[in-house]
């Protein structure tokens, strides 16, 4: 319990919402909306740590969230700049038409 | 209390199931800058679980972060590709139901597998100061020294990456 909230219901939300994101990762043709969704996965992992930390006063999870956090801003900014990348040569971002390395 | 519930429980029910809404409508909203607004709007409301969870700098961090900086930056890269409509290609019906199934199978064996954890080895209860800016400091510079230069060199090389990813051409 942390203020009266078991958790179980941590556990449930920090799923739900990751497989919302896996279901946009799977469902979606638009690479930037792909991207979103990983962030979105990344999120749900990062609450359950802060659950955790909490649960049992340990701060260490916590500033395992904050290296989560820059990685998750390094890789958005390598992400974005190879799909700005590709959308100047191949004018398009849609993950069916770019399904080869080769194009 | 409320209906036998305390005002955190409450406060917990409601963001749980906001951050889900805006979760679905990220990835059901046609629009990318919609679902990038409705991202923006999910973060907010994982900032209000960290408040809850005594991590007050966290939440701080997150929303700088995430909604300061990541987002706006998804949207920079939107409006320059001019991605700005509504009739985008959509999967085919077959594959969306197919994502469904497996999300929803994957979504089953986590809550089975979750279900055995009720048990779990609970040392201490809430109230708690670790999320404070000076106990988080402590420990981030005196235990976590050493990934913390690591990660500054990892954004070292994500900015010369990208910049270089990014240019037109490499003379």
Not at chain 1, 63 to 74: D, G, P, Q, W
Not at chain 2, 24 to 33: A, D, E, G, I, K
């Given at each position: 319990?942390?203020?009266?909230?078991?958790?179980?219901?941590?556990?449930?939300?920090?799923?739900?919402?990751?497989?919302?994101?896996?279901?946009?990762?799977?469902?979606?043709?638009?690479?930037?909306?792909?991207?979103?969704?990983?962030?979105?996965?990344?999120?749900?992992?990062?609450?359950?740590?802060?659950?955790?930390?909490?649960?049992?006063?340990?701060?260490?999870?916590?500033?395992?969230?904050?290296f989560i956090?820059a990685v998750a801003?390094a890789e958005?900014?390598?992400?974005?700049?190879?799909?700005?990348?590709?959308?100047?040569?191949?004018?398009?971002?849609?993950?069916?038409?770019?399904?080869?390395?080769?194009? | 209390?409320?209906?036998?519930?305390?005002?955190?429980?409450?406060?917990?029910?409601?963001?749980?199931?906001?951050?889900?809404?805006?979760?679905?409508?990220?990835?059901?909203?046609?629009?990318?800058?919609?679902?990038?607004?409705?991202?923006?709007?999910?973060?907010?409301?994982?900032?209000?679980?960290?408040?809850?969870?005594?991590?007050?700098?966290?939440?701080?961090?997150?929303?700088?972060?995430?909604?300061?900086?990541?987002?706006?930056?998804?949207?920079?890269?939107?409006?320059?590709?001019?991605?700005?409509?509504?009739?985008?290609?959509?999967?085919?019906?077959?594959?969306?139901?197919?994502?469904?199934?497996?999300?929803?199978?994957?979504?089953?064996?986590?809550?089975?597998?979750?279900?055995?954890?009720?048990?779990?080895?609970?040392?201490?209860?809430?109230?708690?100061?670790?999320?404070?800016?000076?106990?988080?400091?402590?420990?981030?510079?005196?235990?976590?020294?050493?990934?913390?230069?690591?990660?500054?060199?990892l954004?070292?090389?994500?900015?010369?990456?990208?910049?270089?990813?990014?240019?037109?051409?490499?003379?």
């Amino acid at each position: 319990m942390i203020n009266g909230i078991s958790i179980n219901y941590y556990l449930l939300l920090s799923a739900v919402l990751f497989i919302i994101g896996a279901v946009g990762v799977m469902a979606r043709r638009n690479s930037i909306i792909i991207f979103m969704c990983i962030e979105l996965m990344l999120n749900a992992v990062n609450l359950l740590l802060v659950a955790f930390s909490t649960l049992h006063n340990d701060a260490s999870g916590q500033v395992f969230v904050f290296f989560i956090m820059a990685v998750a801003a390094a890789e958005v900014a390598v992400g974005l700049a190879i799909l700005s990348m590709i959308y100047r040569n191949v004018k398009t971002i849609d993950t069916d038409i770019l399904s080869n390395l080769k194009n | 209390m409320l209906l036998g519930y305390t005002i955190t429980q409450w406060l917990f029910g409601i963001l749980s199931f906001l951050s889900i809404m805006f979760g679905l409508m990220v990835v059901f909203s046609r629009n990318p800058v919609n679902s990038v607004l409705y991202l923006v709007l999910t973060f907010f409301c994982i900032a209000g679980h960290y408040l809850l969870l005594n991590a007050q700098f966290l939440a701080v961090v997150h929303i700088v972060v995430y909604a300061g900086a990541i987002m706006v930056l998804f949207l920079f890269v939107i409006m320059l590709m001019d991605l700005n409509h509504d009739n985008e290609p959509q999967k085919t019906w077959i594959s969306k139901i197919i994502a469904g199934i497996a999300g929803g199978m994957l979504l089953c064996v986590l809550v089975g597998s979750l279900k055995g954890s009720e048990q779990l080895g609970i040392s201490q209860y809430g109230s708690s100061q670790i999320g404070m800016v000076k106990n988080l400091g402590k420990v981030l510079f005196s235990e976590f020294l050493f990934p913390f230069e690591i990660a500054s060199i990892l954004l070292l090389a994500a900015l010369v990456g990208s910049i270089m990813i990014g240019k037109k051409e490499i003379k």
